[in-house]
């Protein structure tokens, strides 16, 4: 595991900061779990309304938690006055995400100027069992001096 | 465009009873259009606790809805009694997902027999403008003998 | 297929200086096609030393001339001074690749400052017989101020 | 990391005598390194005719070697009379590709039934310094009753 040195001492904060501003993650029950420099947790326990046909958390759901795991571990890296947009990322699914609940974990693997790595892993935990359900790779963009907690806008170009 | 003959002559009924049984689409909000041989579409309305901090749709949201139309788009070739799951996807954000509502096309570009080979696209559309959001590429796996109904349970060997 | 308007005049002569530029294409036969704004083909002949154990076109040899043919596309709309890099690619394999010739098509989808969606494919021909291989996505960076003739070195910053 | 027990005791062997019936590997001066139940090893050598303009290994290349140690990696837990395929891929170029000569790491991360999911990883040595290139996430086939020494043939149904 690589050891980073945030640019902002306030990292945490901000990270969290930005999390509290995502409402899909809210409409989840998404929480966020340990953040440091180049990592970060997103947990979220089971509910009806996240699965898919077969009761299992629906994929897209699952994939949905890793992506912001992994925006949020190179937010974590990112100068002040930045906000954090997904470049794209792919992700394969290796087994049902089936458990009480499931977290995802991701990690800086390379900080560039504007690009960041990231990896992800999904876990899900039922009882005694640990399901590892995702594994992913993200790209990621720092967009300076830009704002994260307003709107864009639709005109902006942001690459 | 490819010309797919289905194998269930009631495959648009099979598909849209499996999409109304995906608590996760319910709770998005989310909406089946046209359904085709090999083709699937879904949408969405905007909604305030679909979005990120920047107010735009949430990109795990836009790919989840591509998900769920990649894999309905194959399960149109399906045989009776069967189930899919997603292998992994593969998804690049071009532009922000932002407008009125959002729209997820996919089309099969491979029909093997358990691997199929499916391509969505996502666009936003506000007023008069018209947004490419998502491009990406998913591999869905046929289960044949697998009731879509049923929860497959933890245990299941799934591929 | 989107409209494209160069930065650059000369970009079909920078294309092709850039592609006998490297030295791997010329190990593997590859040769450029068509060459328009935001596009560019690919070619390479069946040789016994591409290939893998079953007589294919090795895989690996079918993403490279899709990798190269994205990176020249993007590259067609770079402004002058400037070098390609390739952020990350993902591609699916539909068929076997086998025939008397591959051709790669690539063709970009958005157009950003620095970064650049270009999908691509890949088809086999042989006879009358015309396969699709590998659809994919890739992410380019343009780095302006770089020399695309110079080695960087190992040091440099890429990105 | 996660212990295998191969199906065949001869997995090694097996191994090996596949990397040397593909012609593109030879091509490229590509040899197999070690080799473990779902793990497996490529080295290349520096060569001028591996690189791309910039005098690195070409990314192409670099995916190359990757995807082949994958797709080894996942073979070594196959049944005897089986091959195998790659079904997608995804890579992430972490650096540019530049040394004395590169090593493709590659390790099965679950193995199912037919589809094994496997990641790898490529870094590149220079005297003292190794630099991380690629991070990759392979999806291999396994086609039972196959063999891996005959030519399949374009109109075998691969999938």
Not at 21 to 35: S, T
Not at 115 to 136: M, N, P, Q, R, W
Request: hydrophobic share 40%; with cysteine; charged share 20%.
């Amino acid at each position: 595991m690589q050891k980073f040195t945030p640019q902002n001492p306030s990292y945490e904060q901000v990270v969290r900061d930005s999390f509290s501003r995502q409402p899909f993650m809210a409409l989840m029950g998404a929480q966020m779990g340990q953040v440091a420099p180049g990592r970060c947790d997103i947990l979220v326990d089971w509910r009806q309304d996240l699965t898919q046909q077969h009761g299992f958390f629906h994929g897209g759901m699952v994939s949905s938690i890793a992506d912001s795991a992994a925006g949020y571990a190179a937010y974590t890296l990112f100068p002040n006055e930045s906000t954090v947009l997904t470049v794209d990322f792919k992700v394969s699914f290796l087994n049902p995400s089936k458990g009480d609940h499931i977290q995802a974990s991701a990690e800086v693997i390379r900080a560039g100027k504007k690009i960041y790595h990231v990896k992800a892993e999904v876990f899900a935990f039922s009882d005694e069992v640990k399901t590892h359900c995702l594994s992913g790779i993200f790209t990621m963009m720092c967009l300076q001096g830009k704002s994260d907690a307003a709107n864009l806008g639709r005109k902006d170009e942001v690459s």
